[in-house]
């Protein structure tokens, strides 16, 4: 298939700044993968919409407030840094921008001095490594000092930094939300538990990759970025004896769904794994573990309406965008939700 087949036009009025609140009042549409049929609710409703014995997989990661603004020792200069990975050592991967400003031994402090760091290489493609020198705890310092790194498509200031996390973010370590958990709140989340529904865990880290758009026309010669995962052993029984007992296993996210397919596809069964993936689903993957996916509304010609497409059938995929755009749901991270089912 061609990336230009995955188009939709999308009034950019329609693309969400902020969250709703509570974060559970947001838009649910409702998808049937095999007629295709659309049914609108609130995400509250999803609590009627899953069944006891049923269970939800959830991406536990928390976003890291990776964004930094350093000064630059020597001219005062401005320059913003996003880190990527952790290379260990305390030394990073980043973008650097302007990157001009940020040579090989150039020296940069953060937060009047909390943090300080080194450029010392330069990677193929642009990419800084900087070694970081600080007093303290890190990841305290990053927390404190840090900004969201918040989609390009999101201009507005985000006042509280948890709207940009979901309620259940656990292990630090990504550069963008699991944004379809962002909907649950703790209460949702124990009346689904008191239901009989079961919640299972895994981690993926979700890198900036996942906004880099398609530049082959045919999307088959496209190259997913590698993404870390972890899938414990109580989520890999919890999976297995979810689909003994006949029950549905539901991914929140895609981010869960490309964990779940990835295990499934490299060992040939849902078992206790870690790793790296840089699964590409696009229509005619064969999915081997998820039965129903909870997503939000992806852009034009990504990596991820494709999966949704995958998923759910292209001519429904395309159909219930075309209607999502016409009933003026919410768009992309802070925006409305589909539970296709």
Known sequence: MNKSDFFYDLPKELIAQHPVEPRDSSRLMIVDKKTGDIAHRHFRDILDEINPGDCLILNNTRVLPARLYGIKVDTGARVEFLLLSNRGDDIWETIAG?????????????????????????????????KFTYNGNFYNILDEIGQMPLPPYITEKLEDKERYQ???????????????????????????????????????????????????????????????????????KLINDT?????????????SCRTLESVATFHGKIEESEGWTDIFIYPGYEFKCIDALITNFHLPESTLIML?????????TMNFYRVAVEEKYRFFSFGDAVFLR
Request: negative net charge.
């Open 98 to 130: 302007p990157g001009k400003k940020a040579r090989i031994g150039s020296c940069f402090t953060f937060g009047e001095g909390l943090l300080n760091g080194e450029v010392v290489d330069i990677l193929d493609g642009g990419n800084r490594l900087v």
């Open 166 to 236: 979901t309620v259940y973010s656990k292990e630090l370590g990504s550069a963008a939300a699991p944004t379809a958990g962002l909907h649950f709140t703790d209460e949702l989340m124990e009346k689904l538990k008191g239901k009989g529904v079961h919640i299972g865990y895994v981690t993926l880290h979700v890198g900036l990759g996942t906004f880099r758009p398609v530049k082959e026309e045919d999307i088959s010669l496209h190259h997913m970025h590698s993404e870390h995962y972890w899938l414990p052993a109580e989520t890999a």
């Open 243 to 255: 689909k003994a007992n006949g029950g549905r296993v539901i991914a929140v996210g895609t981010t």
């Open 308 to 316: 949704v497409s995958a998923f759910c059938g292209y001519e429904n």
